[in-house]
């Protein structure tokens, strides 16, 4: 997560609660990989040094609120850069992204407290918009995500970008590469490639109950008058904005519902994600890279005796974990503790060998 300090929230209640709970190798190498294919998605394309506030209403960025600063019943959001360098330490909650939002970061809502990386804000940016994420909640339910349970998965619906359990709003699949899925069909949606329309912004835009599974455009100029209105309920819809027609009749329609948002390709979440995966990749060194960089700065010897340790290491966390979990047996956070006890008596005869 670029200079912030990375924490795993997800491990560490397994290897430091009070009580001996366990966890499967494969478990921690997921939990890992989760968090960091995350982090990658939301913080590639962000600046840790700089406000966005000078980009104004950007269409899509990662923000967080801080609790400490704004708590309750005030909302603000502020960009990836503030919540680094202007509250460190405070309790802070990540929002993934939102939609034409300016960072609020040292304006009136702050008080006294004065942006450390842009000082020279608007008091109000007008255009923001707030719902009770900006305090921390999430749902229907209201909870604090992540919560005590352990976080049970969220989905973020595409309009009003609030966050929802799909036990407090159950969605129905539109699926994109089938038409009709029959009742005992094994068939399962892709979330990877679907987006999820809550009931309340279904309310608001009815003409998307008319959205069927299938490959089609969904054009809403050919829906017919007398046509029977289904039962409004959430939606969760693979390729949905590929489903949306882009006519003259239904970007008026989009207008008129203030979601013309939705044929804006920077809008989309899907490209955000696409952007910062590519730009990860542009940002990848080599080992060799990194060597060289090292050499440069301690030289030849000291940059081989770092790797040489890095690698020690590695082999004999690697080795350590495979001997612990054969057959699928649990790793405790006693076997952990035990681990790194060794490896610190390994180092510690080493350093008395070089004195005697």
């Known amino acids: 997560m670029d200079d912030k300090k990375e924490e795993t929230p997800s491990i560490a209640p397994v290897l430091c609660g009070e009580e001996e709970e366990a966890v499967t190798l494969g478990e921690i190498v997921e939990t890992i990989d989760y968090l960091e294919d995350k982090a990658d998605v939301l913080f590639a394309t962000q600046n840790p040094n700089v406000c966005t506030y000078a980009e104004g209403y950007k269409p899509r960025q990662t923000l967080f609120t801080?609790?400490?600063?704004?708590p309750a019943p005030e909302m603000a959001g502020v960009c990836y850069g503030c919540a680094l360098n202007c509250h460190d330490g405070h309790i802070i909650v990540e929002l993934y992204t939102k939609r034409k939002f300016k960072c609020d970061c040292g304006n009136s809502k702050f008080g006294e407290k004065k942006c450390a990386l842009y000082e020279d804000k608007d008091a109000k940016n007008e255009y923001n918009m707030y719902n009770h994420n900006y305090n921390?909640?999430?749902?229907?339910?209201?909870?604090?995500?992540?919560?005590?349970?352990?976080?049970?998965?969220?989905?973020?619906?595409?309009?009003?970008?609030d966050w929802f359990h799909e036990e407090h709003m159950p969605f129905k699949d539109v699926n994109y590469y089938y038409e009709e899925i029959e009742a005992n069909s094994d068939t399962i949606l892709n979330?990877?490639?679907?987006s999820a329309v809550c009931l309340v912004c279904i309310?608001?835009?009815?003409?998307l109950m008319h959205m069927k599974s299938g490959k089609d455009v969904f054009c809403h100029s050919k829906l017919i008058a007398e046509e029977t209105k289904p039962e409004p309920h959430a939606l969760c819809i693979e390729h949905f904005r590929a489903k949306l027609c882009k006519c003259a009749d239904c970007v008026r329609v989009y207008e008129m519902a203030d979601c013309e948002f939705l044929l804006d390709d920077e809008d989309d979440i899907a490209t955000f994600d696409s952007e910062s995966r590519k730009k990860v990749?542009?940002?990848?060194?080599?080992?060799?890279?990194?060597?060289?960089?090292?050499?440069?700065?301690?030289g030849m010897d000291g940059a081989q005796h770092f790797y040489s340790e890095v690698h020690n290491f590695k082999r004999k966390l690697e080795d350590f974990l495979n001997t612990k979990a054969e057959g699928g047996r649990t790793i405790a956070a006693s076997d952990i503790k035990t681990f790194f006890d060794a490896l610190k008596e390994e180092n510690l005869e080493k350093k008395r060998a070089r004195y005697e």
Do not use: H, S, W
């Open 191 to 194: 979330r990877d490639i679907a």
């Open 203 to 207: 309310k608001k835009l009815p003409f």
């Open 281 to 298: 990749e542009e940002n990848k060194t080599t080992e060799d890279d990194e060597m060289r960089e090292m050499v440069k700065q301690i």
């Open 136 to 161: 921390g909640k999430f749902c229907t339910c209201d909870v604090f995500y992540p919560d005590e349970d352990g976080g049970k998965e969220l989905l973020q619906c595409e309009i009003c970008e």
């Open 66 to 70: 801080c609790l400490t600063c704004t």
